[in-house]
């Protein structure tokens, strides 16, 4: 009895460990999906746990997978910073774990243009206001955003908010100033409200746990009704009622010959 219930529970820690999803999410500070040249930013992985270790790699037109620290950035522990910008830091950046899990991944532009658009960097949530901003070094301009190659609107305060975005609204936007030039594009992309996005929804979490649990619980009840099945077995002689057990006898009557039982000892 002692071993089966041991080895229950090495199985219901080790079907706990081995399930835990690794997560990382990558995030880009100051938030923005375009940099000027010579600008500097830094890139993390987020973690649910810090067991990981995540590296953060990045594919750019002149490289493939290669990781910070070795021909570009500066690795401190889940950061990654990126002091001098230029043009050929352009890329997709994402973070990997030594298992080959992976983050989400983030598209970042470095222009050598004087104009870039101000967007955001990570999907955004349906229903939510996105603010574009069309800007040189020093200020905003006033300009022309281009959704996927056709006029949207022209703004003469250099930014343009769309509210309550949808999944419509995504694409490739990019501002054209008439005195200062045009941005590179930047694909926006919008994403369902949270219970469907991110980590796995509650429900989920909670059946998981159930199936898990459930046969460790099962067990439980088994072992326990053996034992007592055994206890009322070597007590029938003692007792007052000599009555052959019923096989249709209810689990609630069975406790009470328990408790009768653990009474009588008692005295
Ligand atoms: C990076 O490049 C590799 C090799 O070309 C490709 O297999 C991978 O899908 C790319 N990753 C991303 C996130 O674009
Ligand atoms: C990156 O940009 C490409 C097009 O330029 C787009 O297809 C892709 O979805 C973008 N990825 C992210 C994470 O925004």
């Known amino acids: ?6 080895l229950l529970l090495l199985l219901l820690v080790s079907s706990l460990l081995c399930c835990t999803t690794n997560q990382a999410r990558l995030t880009v500070s100051p938030s923005s999906s375009q940099f000027f040249e010579d600008e500097s930013f830094s890139l993390s992985c987020e973690e649910d746990d810090s067991s990981g270790g995540w590296l953060l790699r990045r594919n750019t037109t002149k490289r493939q997978m290669s990781q910070c620290g070795v021909k570009w950035g500066r690795s401190a522990g889940s950061s990654c910073d990126i002091s001098v910008t230029a043009p050929w830091d352009s890329g997709v950046y994402w973070c990997e774990s030594r298992e080959g899990a992976t983050s989400n991944s983030i598209n970042i532009t470095v222009t050598g243009g004087p104009v870039i658009l101000q967007s955001p960097v990570l999907p955004v949530m349906e229903g939510d206001d996105v603010t574009l901003h069309c800007k040189n070094k020093t200020s905003n301009l006033p300009a022309d955003f281009y959704k996927d190659g056709s ?13 309550h975005v949808s999944k419509s609204d995504e694409g490739l936007y990019k501002c054209h100033s008439s005195s200062h030039g045009e941005s590179p594009p930047s694909w926006i992309t919008v994403t369902a409200p949270p219970p469907t996005s991110g980590a796995p929804p509650l429900v989920f979490r909670l059946a998981y746990r159930l199936v898990v649990f ?40 069975e406790y009470d010959d328990i408790m009768e039982v653990t009474t009588e000892h008692h005295f």
């Open 214 to 253: 459930s046969p460790y619980f099962i067990s439980t009840l088994l072992m326990m009704s053996l034992y007592r099945h055994r206890t009322t077995a070597g007590n029938d002689i003692s007792m007052a009622t000599p009555l052959p057990n019923q096989a249709a006898e209810g689990l609630a009557e």
């Open 1 to 6: 009895m002692m071993e089966e219930t041991s």
């Open 151 to 163: 006029l949207i609107r022209t703004e003469p305060a250099g930014h343009m908010t769309i509210h």
